[in-house]
């Protein structure tokens, strides 16, 4: 089973970006479907963004990320990043990597939590003026 390290979180002003970072060891990232999930105070996990392997390289995000948002495989690092643009105070909380070995399996959404059975340790993300 991989194992999944998130870094690149911290306190960003409204408006600013993050670039998040997720590496694994284990096994190699380009078969598996990898994910990002983010949890806020009081809120449910809900899933921000997903990219399948690289053999459908398919990218999906949430309705309230698109356009801001973008997902990416680095291919020879064996991570997934998620670059944050125009970052909003609801979207402080701790954010989650994921990944599911998957092959080919095409998404056409973002999958549930429950789907993925490799996860992160969380990285916290603060949007504050």
């Known amino acids: 089973q991989v194992q999944l390290v998130e870094s690149g979180g911290g306190l960003v002003q409204p408006g600013g970006s993050l670039r998040l970072s997720c590496t694994a060891s284990?096994?190699?990232?380009?078969?598996?479907?990898v994910g990002w999930f983010r949890q806020a105070p009081g809120k449910e996990r809900e899933g921000v963004a997903c990219i399948s392997s690289v053999n459908t390289h398919t990218v999906v995000y949430a309705d309230s990320v698109k356009g801001r948002f973008t997902i990416s495989r680095d291919r020879a690092k064996n991570t997934v990043d998620l670059q944050m643009n125009s970052l909003k105070p609801e979207e402080t909380g701790i954010y989650y990597c994921?990944?599911?070995?998957?092959?080919?399996?095409?998404?056409?959404?973002?999958?549930?939590?429950?789907?993925?059975?490799?996860w992160g340790q969380g990285i916290q993300v603060t949007v504050s003026s």
């Open positions: 284990g096994s190699i990232l380009d078969d598996h479907i």
């Open positions: 994921v990944a599911e070995k998957a092959g080919n399996r095409v998404i056409v959404g973002i999958p549930e939590s429950t789907a993925f059975h490799s």
